[in-house]
């Protein structure tokens, strides 16, 4: 019986699911695992890659091949409610894993945090774009801890994660299983256990869900993304200041410095302008 389901969600990736898939492979773990490749009716080739794949490991890989395109959100959601295992992971098909020890290592963690409900590590971030790269745990910037809870702030990169599989993700609308919305839900059942690791790497592209877009249309969706979530909460998890310096980065975009901050004033009240004035 497997312990644990990886989540491969390729769309158009011809030139980089070979690498992610081996990625997988890879894997050095003491417990047996199945990969669920979830293929969003790609353009390319990467259907019959992932079809050669399967032909070459048929008692590893699960082939889903969609008869139509879904998107990220609910080709991903239709896969999380496939999950059987007690643990599950998630890549992206233009992303992969480094470390062959990254599964075990943080299945172990779990294992010896029942309290945890998810474990993440550090990812190398490039940005294929402009030819950069980072590490996105910066640890110049943020505390390094062994676990976090729902009020610290750290960017856990999807690929980074191992989640329990806990959650009814039938009942959960599309917008909950976006990364960081789906963090969110997962740190409201348990803490989140950190490897001071690099263990994946990321990569930036212009054919990714946010790559793609400009930067208005990225703060816009991010705003309105953000907002439904915190509905979802019943504004439990206070986002109003989240919210607030999306609404004046947008209006700044949109309208000039001078302009969006005028009419982000007259939106607000005025101590909520005077705090986003000094960041």
Not at 51 to 72: A, C, D, M, T, W
Not at 150 to 158: R, V, W
Not at 238 to 262: E, N, P
Request: charged fraction near 25%; proline fraction near 3%.
């Amino acid at each position: 019986m497997e312990l644990l389901t990886v989540l491969l969600l390729t769309y158009n990736h011809e030139q980089t699911i070979g690498r992610a898939i081996e990625s997988i492979l890879a894997q050095k773990t003491r417990f047996p695992y199945v990969v669920h490749v979830l293929e969003d009716c790609s353009t390319d080739q990467t259907p019959a890659i992932c079809r050669q794949y399967k032909e070459k490991y048929p008692e590893q890989i699960e082939l889903f091949l969609n008869p139509q395109n879904l998107g990220v959100m609910e080709n991903f959601k239709q896969g999380l409610m496939r999950v059987r295992t007690p643990y599950f992971a998630f890549l992206e098909g233009d992303d992969y894993w480094c470390g062959e020890d990254k599964l075990q290592k943080q299945v172990d963690l779990l294992e010896r945090h029942p309290d945890c409900s998810i474990c993440g590590h550090n990812v190398l971030c490039r940005d294929m774009i402009h030819q950069k790269e980072w590490y996105i745990v910066d640890k110049a910037k943020y505390e390094i801890k062994e676990r976090y809870t729902i009020h610290d702030k750290i960017p856990i990169h999807p690929s980074s994660r191992v989640y329990r599989n806990i959650i009814d993700f039938s009942t959960l609308p599309n917008f909950m299983v976006l990364d960081s919305h789906l963090l969110l839900l997962y740190l409201t059942q348990g803490d989140l256990c950190y490897l001071d690791e690099v263990l994946s790497v990321y990569h930036i592209t212009e054919t990714g869900f946010w790559s793609g877009r400009t930067k208005k249309q990225k703060a816009l969706s991010a705003l309105e993304l953000r907002y439904k979530a915190n509905q979802y909460f019943q504004f439990k998890y206070d986002y109003r200041y989240y919210v607030h310096s999306k609404m004046l980065k947008l209006l700044k975009m949109l309208l000039g410095v001078r302009l969006g901050w005028f009419c982000f004033y007259h939106l607000e009240k005025q101590r909520i302008a005077i705090k986003y004035l000094f960041k």
